[in-house]
């Protein structure tokens, strides 16, 4: 008997965000949706007239996140410890897990199990109420910029690790324009708040220059 494999573009990988309604952070998502839905990626990650930065950035790391859940939910099944056996983007991207708490001396592990402590740090930094803040009346603290650039950076990996080593199946479940309009939607958008150093960028430069011929 063969065991034939689904790709579920509904799985998620880790336990999807939202946002209250009727909350200022559940208008700012609608209105990313609406823009992003207009097909102009670069209108769709610019900062709306009169909004908060840190809102904005706040809004679009949850909603980026339960993207990049889903893209890597799907291929989990093919993204094992030994088909995997470490966190890379090439030969010359390999990536060491360290979080400065629990884990202080980078470590060398298995590319899942990378994507297990990355996302499960990334879930509890948006659950924290002193970063992530869901009222209005709390403020942001000093270093959320920075604390989200390190968010992004690391999920910028997850990226790199999909295209170098998964890309093959990604194009046999005919699911490359999806993942494609993803990363590009998640390109501009750091690029547009400079989220994201270039040289964190160069395992995927070759990818970024053929998708970011056209304007959108």
Sequence with gaps: MFNIKIFDKNKTFKPKKGFSKGTKRHDLHRHAKATLGSGNLRLAVALPEREDLNEWLAVNTVDFFNQINLLYGSIT???????????????????????????????????????????????????????????????????????VKNIFKRLFRVYGHIYYSHFPKIVSLGEEAHLNTCFKHFYFFIVEFNLVDKKEMLPLQDLIDNLTKTNN
Excluded at 82 to 88: A, F
Excluded at 101 to 117: C, D, G, Q
């Design 77 to 147: 099944e093919f993204c094992t410890p030994k088909t995997c056996e470490v966190m890379s983007a090439g030969p010359k991207y390999e990536y060491l897990w360290a979080d400065g708490e629990s884990v202080k001396k980078p470590i060398k592990v298995s590319a899942p199990e990378y994507v297990e402590y990355l996302m499960t740090w990334v879930q509890n930094i948006l659950d924290d109420e002193t970063i992530f803040p869901s009222r209005v009346d709390v403020q942001f603290p000093k270093n959320f910029q920075t604390i």
